[in-house]
Antibody
Framework: QVQLQESGPGQVKPSETLSLTCTVS????????WSWIRQSPGKGLEWIGY???????NYNPSLKSRVTISVDTSTNQFSLKLSSVTAADTAVYYC????????????WGQGTLVTVSS | QSVLTQPPSASGTPGQRVIISCSGS????????VYWYQQLPGTAPKLLIY???QRPSGVPDRFSGSKSGTSASLAISGLRSEDEADYYC???????????FGGGTKLTVL
């Protein structure tokens, strides 16, 4: 059974960079596409972007200038970096396994709340 | 950025059938498969329907999906109290090159 687990700081200061890592267990990261999705408090879901095992990535145009998603196949992990954060970036961040180009995400992490605050 | 439109709320009594709609465009639902997710309170979303009308293993057949043109719908029959959750539709958008989610529908079982 594939499992995903997010890790990283729960609080980030405004203008700094949010960094999260997703560890994949129970399966190899060397297939499928690996996405980050966020959910602002009381709001809906927003796809941030994906990376595949080769490092090829694609980002939501609304965040593209601030986002980097990378993969480390040796540790079965992939990571999110979101720069110049503001309070609007406060959200629960989920990592998920998906198929591209589709909106199919069949395994999700439990999510981690990141609060942007000084 | 919700360009997939869902009603914010829906409700029904136990045993009833409820339908949740999702409206998109020619570049999203009109050109791609629709997916539905169920999010129970305090948990991560769970894939409920894939490829418009397919159920993953373990999803009861009370849940069904359909698609016509640029719209899709999720039907839940034999409503149960444990179905109370937020439901999201999703589809890839060819023009935006993004995975889109609807704004979500909060289902209340009365």
């Amino acid at each position: 059974q594939v499992q995903l687990q997010e890790s990283g700081p729960g609080q980030v200061k405004p203008s700094e960079t949010l960094s999260l890592t997703c560890t994949v267990s129970g399966g190899s990261i060397s297939s499928y596409y690996w996405s980050w999705i966020r959910q602002s408090p009381g709001k809906g879901l927003e796809w941030i972007g994906y990376v595949d095992y080769s490092g090829t990535s694609n980002y939501n145009p609304s965040l593209k200038s601030r986002v980097t998603i990378s993969v480390d196949t040796s540790t079965n992990q992939f990571s999110l970096k979101l720069s110049s954060v503001t309070a609007a970036d406060t959200a629960v961040y989920y990592c998920a396994r998906g198929l591209v180009p589709t909106a199919r995400f069949d395994y999700w992490g439990q999510g981690t709340l990141v609060t942007v605050s000084s | 950025q919700s360009v997939l439109t869902q009603p914010p709320s829906a409700s029904g009594t136990p045993g009833q059938r409820v339908i949740i709609s999702c409206s998109g465009s020619s570049s999203s639902i009109g050109s791609n498969y629709v997916y539905w997710y169920q999010q129970l309170p305090g948990t991560a979303p769970k894939l409920l329907i894939y490829r418009n009308n397919q159920r993953p293993s373990g999803v009861p057949d009370r849940f069904s999906g359909s698609k016509s043109g640029t719209s899709a719908s999720l039907a839940i029959s034999g409503l149960r109290s444990e179905d109370e959750a937020d439901y999201y539709c999703a589809a890839w958008d060819d023009s935006l090159s993004v995975s889109l989610f609807g704004g979500g529908t909060k289902l209340t079982v009365l």
